[in-house]
């Protein structure tokens, strides 16, 4: 049972590159998210599922896509990378009524 | 706007002594307010979490107090230890399952 699996970890990017980060889950969650870590800022939500075929925006959505085709995979693109989306993203899950977010171990971003 | 104030941005205690970490909020929606802990390196891991029907919640070493009216919830650890020294975020539940997440506590447990 792997949980919240998220790839790459670490990652470099040019100026108006583009990259899909991947979050993958074998607890059968119907929530997933996307979150963004950023000093002096906590998490804050980019994008988030409630089930398959079913997405909607967070706080910070901008310069960010989501697709959700299975319940096990939701990624997260960047279409034009910024030097602003230099971050940590955080995926994490949860279970149709029940509250408790698991997160993958995070993917660190650098966008030169 | 943060939806959830939380304070101190970091706090240094000796082991042994009591580490308390106040959030605020603002939005009456909210109905769950969970404390992740993060290590380094780490994804963030609930600790202990609350809903607005109770002042207190126990479990070991980890205390959140809820006062409603004030809008105001905290996390008291007890006999802090070292192992203890990670990142503390509170959090609120809005609609939606949305989450709103303070700014995070750096917390040192000094031996």
């Known amino acids: 049972n792997a949980g919240v699996t998220q790839t790459p970890k670490f990652q470099v990017l040019k100026t108006g590159q583009s990259m899909t980060l991947q979050c993958a889950q074998d607890m059968n969650h119907e929530y997933m998210s996307w979150y963004r870590q950023d000093p002096g800022m906590g998490l804050r939500l980019i994008h988030y599922s409630v089930g398959a075929g079913i997405t909607d925006q967070g706080e910070v959505p901008n310069g960010y896509n989501v697709s959700r085709s299975t319940t096990e995979d939701f990624p997260l693109r960047l279409l034009s990378a910024a030097p602003s989306q230099t971050s940590v993203y955080f995926c994490a899950t949860s279970g149709s009524g029940a509250y408790e977010q698991y997160f993958g171990p995070g993917t660190r971003l650098t966008v030169t | 706007q943060q939806q959830v104030k939380q304070s101190p941005q970091s706090l240094i205690v000796q082991k042994g002594g009591i580490s308390i970490i106040n959030c605020a909020y603002e939005?009456?929606?909210?109905?769950?307010f969970p404390w992740y802990q993060q290590f380094p390196g780490k994804g963030p891991a609930l600790l202990i979490a609350?809903?607005?029907?109770?002042s207190e919640k126990k479990e070991g070493r980890f205390t959140i107090s809820f006062n409603k009216s004030a809008k105001q919830f905290s996390l008291h650890i007890m006999d802090s230890q070292p192992g203890d020294s990670a990142t503390y975020f509170c959090a609120a539940r809005g609609t939606g399952n949305q989450f709103y997440f303070g700014t995070g506590t750096s917390l040192t447990v000094i031996p």
């Open positions: 609350i809903r607005p029907d109770v």
């Open positions: 939005n009456t929606a909210f109905d769950y």
